[in-house]
Nanobody
Framework: QVQLVESGGGLVQAGGSLRLSCAGS????????MNWYRQAPGKQRELVAT???????DYEDSVKGRFTISRDNAKNTAYLQMNSLKPEDTAVYYCNARLVWSMDGREYDYWGQGTQVTVSS
């Protein structure tokens, strides 16, 4: 079994910062890509940031320069440092990982349960 568990969400004032973590556990051989998505009420889930196995990153335009994605391969963990937060960043943030399951060597997509981020104005 594999689990992704997010943590670090909460309530913060506009201009503040939060750091989200996504920890993978279980029969993981390797993680190829780790992503952070978010979904605001009444809106579709959108990709916020991605990091590949070589550390290459990409960001959704509205978060460029404010958010930073990173990973610790030894811990199967990804992070999302969010600075200069805005009320429009309010959403449930989900971690997603494309990983290789050690039991069969195949690649699978896994999702975390989500963590709420609320930015007050």
């Amino acid at each position: 079994q594999v689990q992704l568990v997010e943590s670090g969400g909460g309530l913060v004032q506009a201009g503040g910062s939060l750091r989200l973590s996504c920890a993978g556990s279980g029969s993981i051989r390797s993680i190829n890509v780790m992503n952070w998505y978010r979904q605001a009420p009444g809106k579709q889930r959108e990709l916020v940031a991605t990091i590949d196995s070589d550390g290459g990153t990409d960001y959704e335009d509205s978060v460029k320069g404010r958010f930073t994605i990173s990973r610790d391969n030894a811990k199967n963990t990804a992070y999302l440092q969010m600075n200069s937060l805005k009320p429009e960043d309010t959403a449930v943030y989900y971690c997603n990982a494309r990983l290789v399951w050690s039991m069969d060597g195949r690649e699978y997509d896994y999702w975390g349960q989500g963590t709420q981020v609320t930015v007050s104005s």
